[in-house]
């Protein structure tokens, strides 16, 4: 079950423990031999009936969504750029990559998740439904998407599929996005793609 999002990651700066400060009850869990299971956490979110994940290393902050403005010949998967902070930082509607039916939530409900990106990348966000929560997800049930059976790993931006074993049962798995993959295929900003940049 998703933890509400604490309100110190709506908003401000996004920090994963530190080594030091890892929870010795999570860490101490084990499967039974003897070893300590090891967890990470990941902010879990939704876009339509889709539930995905990032891991909180690849996120900077959390914020609300604001005015955009848009820029031409952005590819189309750029909703357009918000400054955050002084820093301009590109908007990618996440729709455009996992296509629902289901309704566009209000602005209100919608948030940012904005991308730790590397030194002299230009910075990025992607526009989703809800921010769920953070969950901490045991790694010895991260699972390669390409070694998995299963209707939610079919998409080449989903990099894995996360799970927990709940009561004895595996939960219904959560799609790892693969944030690297998701900005490239977005398409730049401020030029126009000739060919539509949405992957499904």
């Known amino acids: 079950m998703s933890a509400d999002l604490p309100d110190e990651l709506q908003d401000v700066e996004v920090s994963s423990p530190s080594d030091d400060e890892t929870r010795e009850s999570d860490t101490d869990r084990g499967d039974g031999d003897g070893d300590p299971d090891e967890f990470e956490d990941f902010v879990v979110f939704a876009v339509g009936d889709r539930r995905l994940a990032v891991s909180v290393d690849a996120v900077r902050n959390i914020v609300t969504v604001g005015a955009t403005t848009r820029v031409p010949r952005a590819a189309s998967a750029i909703d357009g750029i918000m400054d955050l902070r002084g820093e301009i930082t590109a908007i990618i509607d996440a729709r455009s990559h996992f296509p629902t039916r289901a309704a566009e939530p209000a602005t209100s409900d919608q948030r940012i998740i904005v ?43 989903v990099a894995a599929l996360l799970h927990r074993v709940e009561n004895g049962e595996k939960t219904d798995p959560v799609g ?8 490239e295929a977005s398409g730049p900003v401020g030029q126009s793609d000739d060919a539509p940049s949405n992957v499904s």
């Open 115 to 157: 991308f730790d990106m590397p030194q002299g990348r230009q910075s990025a966000g992607i526009r989703v439904d809800a921010v769920e929560g953070v969950e901490l997800f045991p790694l010895k049930y991260v699972t390669p998407s390409e070694t998995v059976d299963d209707e939610a790993a079919d998409h080449p931006l």
């Open 176 to 183: 790892l996005v693969d944030v690297e993959g998701i900005v």
